[in-house]
């Protein structure tokens, strides 16, 4: 199923193409008892058939080119059993070939619904989704590819389907992602692994409070977006998207007990997003460059936290067959909801390179340095974070495996907690996480990851010497 312009001229000749695959399956006949009466000349005398012949007939007759003859036998047979999706399939093509898209991919629809059987069902969502395809509803074709794949016969069929989905995705202006996770934490509100506040090695401030320290319990959360392509061409793209991203927060019952000063909304928090975003090709070989703008709110434990609008700019360079390396500048400016001295002002630099080896493999490499102004001497600071991430092409049983590292410092030079830290708090952090996404246990094309990550983080300040270790369920697109 190549679904392009050259190959799908008309709705006409895709259904005659889809009904090739089923014919041979299903003409052999189900209920032989009801005689289907039909005339494609509503002038000729009417013919009585049984079930099994109509059902013959109306393969010859699609076989033949003769899409009205079909279009009276699926009716009678309609008649004959409103839930055969055989019939429902027949409709489907006989008005595939006489011009009606619309009224065929919902035949289509029908058949699916009726499906009885796997290869049933696969035929009839891909019908459907050239059908929808035919219709230029490139959003709906990818629903019914998606329910094509739930109920390919094979491999080979889903991974074209899978190629299909992805020159759909290309062609339509609208997309639309969601990601969730669901994973047991040991730190869920980055609380101290220690009772005791201690600066430089003393005793300053005395005993952390309950909700201070680590607290174990579940993180779910919901990553969505909208994009939608303004405007593109072979070298260019704008578009608009926006991002909603959700966290909640379920405590243990040792937690609550460690803190039942707090409850699981203190520790939930939301984030929104509005950008507009344009990228083009460069005069260099396989180079891109980009630029958005973008404002949103974030939400921190029921309450409005800081509303923001960001500015980011980069470009990325091609470096041979195999490698590529990007370099990406933002500011974001956010104002507090809370008070006017919380206010700040962030300014980051990001490189990164990426190499694919000739076995499959893909390396990435990335450092991020950011500065912090606010007139909030304990939020200004400076950052640096290395990170690298190794993906495996070759699949290890049933998982696709990938790994990574995270090394982290920064400084805030003016901390106070609640005495000025002498020469300022300094936070060192190491972070590995293993990802195994399991590609054969699929619906629809999603299929679940496991994603294991722990980590430790340093300071001179024992209130932000933390350490973790997660377990994170999740669902992605195989494609």
């Known amino acids: ?103 065929a991919r919902k035949s289509a629809a029908r058949a699916y619904r009726y499906g009885d059987s796997k290869l049933h069902r696969f035929e009839a969502a891909e019908l459907a989704a050239r059908l929808s395809y035919a219709e230029e509803r490139p959003t709906l074709t990818q629903l019914w590819l998606r329910r094509a794949v739930q109920n390919a016969p094979n491999e080979q069929v889903e991974q074209q389907l899978g190629r299909d989905y992805g020159q759909v995705r290309a062609q339509n202006p609208f997309s639309f992602s969601i990601r969730t996770s669901l994973r047991p934490s040991s730190n869920v509100n980055g609380g101290s692994n220690t009772a005791v506040q201690v600066i430089d090695g003393l005793p300053f401030t005395g005993q952390l409070s309950g909700s201070a320290q680590a607290l174990s319990g579940t993180i779910g959360t919901l990553d969505t977006s909208l994009r939608y392509r303004l405007r593109g061409t072979k070298k260019s793209r704008t578009e608009v998207a926006a991002r909603l991203f959700v966290k909640r927060v379920a405590l243990t019952n040792s937690a609550e007990e460690q803190a039942p000063d707090v409850s699981d909304s203190d520790f939930g928090s939301t984030f929104a997003e509005v950008r507009l975003n344009h990228s083009f090709a460069t005069s260099e070989k396989g180079g891109a460059a980009r630029l958005g703008l973008g404002a949103g709110q974030f939400w921190f434990g029921d309450e409005r936290s800081y509303h923001f609008v960001n500015l980011n700019v980069g470009h990325s360079w091609r470096i041979g067959a195999r490698s590529s390396l990007s370099l990406d500048a933002s500011y974001e400016n956010r104002s507090s909801d809370r008070a006017a001295f919380l206010d700040s002002e962030y300014l980051s630099v990001v490189g990164g390179y990426r190499h694919a080896r000739t076995n499959g493999d893909q390396l990435s490499l990335s450092l991020s340095l950011r500065e912090t102004r606010s007139d909030f001497s304990n939020a200004r600071n400076t950052a640096a974070t290395l990170s690298a991430n190794y993906d495996f092409a070759k699949q290890v049983g049933p998982a696709k495996i990938s790994t990574g590292v995270v090394v982290g410092y920064s400084d805030f030079p003016d901390y106070i907690a609640p005495i000025r830290v002498p020469g300022g708090r300094q936070d060192r952090s190491l972070y590995a996480n293993v990802n195994f996404f399991f590609p054969d246990v699929d619906y629809a094309g999603f299929a679940p990851n496991l994603r294991v990550t722990a980590g430790r983080k340093f300071s001179n300040v024992s209130r932000f010497e933390t350490e973790e270790l997660s377990v994170s369920l999740g669902i992605q697109s195989k494609f």
């Open 1 to 103: 199923m190549a679904l392009t312009s050259n190959t799908i001229a008309k709705a006409g000749a895709l259904a005659a193409l889809a009904f090739s695959v089923l014919a041979p399956v299903v003409a052999g006949g189900q209920n032989t008892a009801a005689p289907v009466q039909t005339a494609a000349d509503p002038n000729a005398p009417a013919v009585e058939l049984t079930l099994p012949q109509a059902r013959q007939l109306a393969v010859k007759a699609l076989k033949a080119g003769r899409p009205k003859l079909a279009y009276h036998l699926a009716d009678g047979l309609l008649k004959a059993d409103p839930k055969s999706s055989f019939a429902h399939f027949t409709m489907a093509n006989a008005q595939g070939l006489l011009g009606q898209a619309a009224a």
